[in-house]
Nanobody
C-alpha cells in the first residue's frame, strides 16, 4: 500500500507560479512511477504529467508543456509539480498518482491516488 499526500495548492493570479508537492509513504514508494492528474467539476480526471521511478523519463499533456515541470526526490519520497505561467484554465483539483510505469500513468493506469489539492488561477 502506498499513501500519497498533496500540498501546495492555492489561489494565484494568471501568469503566476505555484509548486505542488506529493509526499509518498508505504511499501517501496521510491520505485513507483509518479504523476499528476487534474479534474474540474463535471469533467473526467485528465492526465497532466508523469515521471519514471528514477526521473529519467517524463511525459506531459500538450496543454502544459513548457509551463509545468515534474520532478522527484527519492531521498524524501516526494514528487513536485512546478507550475509557471499559470492560466485560468489550469484551475482544477490536482491529484497525485502512483503506478508501475510512467507510460502507464500516461494512459491513466493508476494504482494509488492522493486526496487532491485545489489550484485556482484568477484572471
Amino acid at each position: 500500500q502506498v499513501q500519497l499526500v498533496e500540498s501546495g495548492g492555492g489561489l494565484v493570479q494568471a501568469g503566476g507560479s505555484l509548486r505542488l508537492s506529493c509526499a509518498a509513504s508505504g511499501r517501496t514508494s521510491s520505485s513507483d512511477a509518479m504523476g499528476w492528474f487534474r479534474q474540474t467539476p463535471g469533467k473526467q480526471r485528465e492526465f497532466v504529467t508523469a515521471i519514471s521511478w528514477n526521473g529519467d523519463s517524463t511525459y506531459y499533456a500538450d496543454s502544459v508543456k513548457g509551463r509545468l515541470t515534474i520532478s522527484r526526490d527519492n531521498t524524501k519520497n516526494t514528487v513536485y509539480l512546478q507550475m509557471n505561467s499559470l492560466k485560468p484554465e489550469d484551475t482544477a483539483v490536482y491529484y497525485c498518482a502512483a503506478g508501475r510505469r510512467a507510460i502507464e500513468l500516461r494512459k491513466s493506469f493508476v494504482d494509488y491516488w492522493g486526496q487532491g489539492t485545489q489550484v485556482t488561477v484568477s484572471s
